[in-house]
């Protein structure tokens, strides 16, 4: 078959100096199950990857597999843009049922091209066209894709310093992040600071800052280094954009679909949005992206946002298999209890690594940060961000049968973003070489 290195170094030859994971994860990989993928020198690894979170019942379930060759035996169309289909009616009437019922009584859906940057170009669109404004609020460390318009409302500067011109009119606001507070106070402290920031901002006349066509926000940021936004901050956000007549966006195209023990990461806060922005999981595997939003801003007419791969049938009929899965008696709670299973080792291992900074997340989101005990430190006297330690852990994991990513600041937090139907003994593997590895490296840097 090859080997490894042969796979990469065609992929090397051919494809574009914009690819990322590869230069991580340099293997070819011939077989996949769950939470296992196999290369083709048949070396095993737990996948905390996991399609960047998509996969929330790992690869190849059994289910989603059944449900799609059904629907391809059964002679059904496989691509019908947004023309209806029984395959598409049943995926909505099910999506409605788990959409919370204030909003699922109002809600109008629209499928956009398959990727979750083209969700945010709809609401954006959707929210200026109801409006009639023109600005955006997005907040610093949020992530919202890689177009024109979303990679404006996202946080990381590092892709934009290199293109000009992206979509004018946003205003970011600090989101709070208590380990590295924007307003240099942390705690309850430093989230009651944000939210009298942002809403003396958008209330002051004198700000300067015109009424936004909306606000968006993810409730637990995920490139950004996994950070969960304290649900008192939510509901204030969700106060301040109702007093206002502000759209509000929540994407939960990473934290949503059970990542976190709730269908949706808002739901901690108990608020619902104007609108939400779903894909990765949604579709089982495959390509699907999705606003649901109310229908009060439904203003725009045939044509405003289009996409000639809106109606990809084979992710109707995954996506019914995860959103039944969810609906389970149990799925959802035992999602929460194998990320407390999680936390509480990490956490422990927080206590004994001086290079581990921070842990945090909520269910099956949850994200290490790594410091550099020796180095400098921030205004409020904590360590800097360290990418250089992180890789070093995300190098050691791999070499030793674990697939994990990186994000945050500087690339300094690993994440997990394993299938939600993950086994507690594959748990129980990944997080004993995580912690070998973090113990190597340890030993590295303090030495």
Do not use: W
């Given at each position: 078959m090859g080997t490894n290195q042969y796979f990469v170094g065609r992929q090397g030859d051919y494809e574009s100096s914009a690819r990322s994971y590869p230069r991580k994860f340099p293997l070819a990989v011939a077989k996949a199950?769950?939470?296992?993928?196999?290369?083709?020198?048949?070396?095993?690894?737990?996948?905390?990857?996991?399609?960047?979170?998509?996969?929330?019942?790992?690869?190849?379930?059994?289910?989603?597999?059944?449900?799609?060759?059904?629907?391809?035996?059964?002679?059904?169309?496989?691509?019908?843009?947004?023309?209806?289909?029984?395959?598409?009616?049943?995926?909505?009437?099910?999506?409605?049922?788990?959409?919370?019922?204030?909003?699922?009584?109002?809600?109008?859906?629209?499928?956009?091209?398959?990727?979750?940057?083209?969700?945010?170009?709809?609401?954006?669109?959707?929210?200026?066209?109801?409006?009639?404004?023109?600005?955006?609020?997005?907040?610093?460390?949020?992530?919202?894709?890689?177009?024109?318009?979303?990679?404006?409302?996202?946080?990381?500067c590092t892709a934009k310093n290199k293109v000009s011109n992206v979509m004018p009119g946003v205003q970011f606001m600090p989101y709070p992040y208590s380990y590295r507070c924007p307003m240099g106070i942390g705690g309850e402290a430093g989230t009651k600071a944000c939210i009298a920031y942002l809403e003396r901002l958008l209330k002051d006349p004198e700000s300067g800052v015109t009424k936004p066509a909306a606000v968006i926000l993810e409730a637990i940021q995920g490139e950004g280094g996994v950070i969960p936004a304290p649900v008192e901050f939510l509901q204030a956000v969700r106060r301040i954009t109702k007093e206002l007549d502000i759209p509000m966006i929540c994407d939960e195209i990473q934290?949503?679909?059970?990542?976190?023990?709730?269908?949706?990461?808002?739901?901690?806060?108990?608020?619902?949005?104007?609108?939400?922005?779903?894909?990765?999981?949604?579709?089982?595997?495959?390509?699907?992206?999705?606003?649901?939003?109310?229908?009060?801003l439904d203003l725009w007419g045939p044509g405003a946002h289009a996409g000639t791969f809106r109606g990809n049938q084979l992710a109707?009929?995954?996506?019914?298999?995860?959103?039944?899965?969810?609906?389970?008696?149990?799925?959802?709670?035992?999602?929460?209890?194998?990320?407390?299973?999680?936390?509480?080792?990490?956490?422990?291992?927080?206590?004994?690594?001086?290079?581990?900074?921070?842990?945090?997340?909520?269910?099956l989101m949850i994200g290490v940060e790594f410091i550099d005990p020796n180095g400098p430190k921030d205004l409020m006297g904590v360590p800097e961000p360290s990418g250089e330690v992180a890789t070093m852990v995300q190098h050691t994991c791999f070499n030793n049968g674990l697939i994990m990513e990186k994000g945050g600041r500087n690339g300094s937090v690993m994440r997990c973003l394993c299938p939600l139907t993950i086994t507690d003994d594959e748990i129980d593997r990944a997080l004993t070489i995580f912690e070998n590895a973090v113990k190597e490296v340890e030993g590295n840097v303090c030495k």
């Open positions: 199950k769950g939470a296992v993928i196999e290369d083709v020198e048949n070396n095993r690894y737990i996948d905390f990857l996991n399609g960047a979170g998509s996969l929330a019942l790992g690869h190849n379930n059994d289910e989603i597999n059944s449900a799609m060759i059904e629907l391809i035996d059964s002679g059904a169309p496989l691509h019908m843009l947004d023309i209806a289909t029984p395959a598409k009616d049943r995926f909505v009437e099910n999506l409605l049922t788990i959409i919370p019922e204030e909003l699922a009584k109002k809600a109008k859906v629209q499928f956009c091209s398959p990727s979750g940057t083209d969700a945010t170009e709809a609401a954006i669109k959707l929210c200026k066209t109801a409006t009639g404004r023109g600005t955006v609020i997005s907040f610093s460390g949020g992530y919202h894709g890689m177009g024109h318009g979303s990679m404006a409302l996202t946080g990381n934290c949503g679909i059970g990542r976190t023990g709730k269908v949706f990461a808002f739901e901690h806060a108990g608020i619902v949005p104007d609108v939400i922005l779903i894909s990765k999981a949604i579709g089982g595997g495959q390509p699907l992206s999705l606003i649901v939003y109310d229908k009060a109707f009929v995954a996506g019914n298999v995860v959103m039944n899965k969810l609906k389970e008696p149990g799925f959802l709670e035992d999602v929460t209890r194998k990320g407390d299973m999680m936390m509480s080792r990490l956490m422990k291992l927080k206590e004994e690594m001086s290079i581990i900074g921070d842990v945090r997340g909520k269910g």
